[in-house]
């Protein structure tokens, strides 16, 4: 299945202020922390506003002025809600039940367009209702070796997760059972072994996991079809989830001009 037509996407902006909010004070949170002079949502929104496969944008974020001015590029801006999956269902809402939509993080700093297309292209062929990017670990550490990330490692290769999801709105329901789950256990590799069950824990303690493996038992757990998409865009998995981030971030931003 071959991408037809543009592909509607939804940025997560919302949640609470954190830690790499400190030096921000007025950021309401972290998506509106400034990397050399551009706060990471709008750097975000740029890269998928330049991708030709990403349609309408629709921005998730709390009401107010910085929202207002920083994601003005989006065709919608929505409120976000006090969880992940409140404000993922404020983003979807009135969306085509059957439909892909690209879901992105908003802490995303170097995303490029070739990295939305080629997940757009990868999603879009894989015929499953959930997809989730990740990137090897050799192709990220050709590009950036020595940033820290958490990851899995499988029989295929190791893996980190990217900040970008695909999903059919009709498949919210059965996601929504565990998404709370999965966000605590997201950062840690044992922990999301445990919630897809004691068989893939062994399989993962003794490296013969399978990317195929987490995807058939996804797919029984959701109740929808899911699959991975191997980025080989190692800057779809560079985020900023700590203070020492944001310098990282910047040198990376500057590096790349």
């Known amino acids: 299945m071959a991408l037809t037509r543009p592909i509607t996407a939804v940025l997560l902006a919302g949640g609470p202020r954190d830690d790499v909010c400190a030096g921000s004070p007025d950021a309401p949170n972290k998506a509106f922390v400034r990397i050399a002079g551009v706060t990471l949502a709008r750097r975000t929104l740029d890269a998928l506003r330049s991708s030709p496969g990403v349609g309408d944008v629709i921005a998730v974020a709390p009401p107010g002025e910085p929202a207002r001015t920083e994601l003005a590029g989006a065709r919608e801006l929505r409120a976000d ?16 039940r059957n439909e892909l939509v690209l879901v992105a993080a908003s802490d995303l700093p170097i995303l490029s367009s070739a990295a939305i297309e080629e997940f757009l292209e990868r999603a879009t062929q894989s015929g499953a209702d959930v997809v989730y990017a990740c990137v090897e670990r050799a ?20 893996y980190c997760g ?8 009709r498949a919210l329901e059965n996601l929504d059972r565990f998404l709370g ?8 590799p044992l922990r999301l072994a445990t919630i897809f069950g004691y068989d893939v824990l062994a399989k993962y303690a ?22 991975a998409a191997v980025s080989t865009y190692p800057e779809i998995a560079v985020n ?8 990282l971030a910047e040198t990376l931003v500057t590096s790349s001009v």
């Open 206 to 227: 003794t490296r013969q996991l399978r990317i195929a493996d987490l995807e058939r038992r996804a797919s029984a757990l959701i109740g929808a079809p899911v699959a």
């Open 81 to 96: 809600g006090p969880t992940m999956s409140l404000s993922l269902r404020s983003g979807l809402a009135g969306l085509p």
């Open 162 to 169: 990217g900040g970008l999801v695909a999903l059919r709105p």
């Open 181 to 188: 789950r999965l966000g605590v256990a997201r950062k840690n």
């Open 240 to 247: 900023v989830d700590r203070p020492s981030d944001i310098a």
């Open 139 to 158: 192709c990220h550490a050709a590009r950036f070796p020595g940033i820290p990330h958490t990851w899995a490692h499988l029989r295929d290769g190791t």
